[in-house]
């Protein structure tokens, strides 16, 4: 199956997306209700695709190395640590994990 079409599909997608987002009007953005809703969509999406790549795997929920990444990356984050901090923690969290034999 040649998958070369949908990739192209996915991209006009994307870009179509995208373009709509410069189309609407600054009137509407204006609107403090529309822009606290805007807020807070990005921020669900994030944490969902946060706990979905951390604790999934195929159909299965699957508890690893990942979700100790993610918890030590959390706790850096509690404690204000800059972001490059924060991925590094969440990186050795996880080879410790993993060189305990945990996922």
Same mark, same amino acid.
């Given at each position: 199956?040649?998958? /070369?079409? /949908?990739?192209?599909?996915?991209?006009?997608?994307?870009?179509?997306?995208?373009?709509?987002?410069?189309?609407?009007?600054?009137?509407?953005?204006?609107?403090?209700?529309?822009?606290?809703?805007?807020? $807070?969509? $990005?921020? !669900?999406?994030?944490?969902?695709?946060?706990?979905?790549?951390?604790?999934?795997?195929?159909? =299965?929920?699957?508890?690893?190395?990942?979700?100790?990444?993610?918890?030590?990356?959390?706790?850096?984050l509690?404690?204000? =640590?800059?972001?490059?901090?924060?991925?590094?923690?969440?990186?050795?969290?996880a080879?410790?994990?993993?060189?305990? !034999? /945990?996922?």
């Amino acid at each position: 199956m040649n998958l /070369w079409p /949908w990739i192209l599909l996915a991209c006009v997608l994307a870009y179509a997306t995208k373009l709509l987002g410069y189309l609407v009007p600054a009137k509407l953005m204006d609107n403090p209700r529309i822009s606290r809703v805007a807020g $807070t969509l $990005t921020i !669900g999406l994030l944490a969902s695709l946060t706990v979905v790549n951390a604790m999934a795997s195929g159909h =299965a929920v699957v508890l690893d190395a990942r979700l100790g990444a993610l918890a030590a990356a959390a706790i850096a984050l509690l404690l204000r =640590a800059p972001f490059l901090v924060v991925v590094l923690a969440g990186a050795a969290a996880a080879a410790g994990l993993r060189l305990l !034999g /945990w996922g």
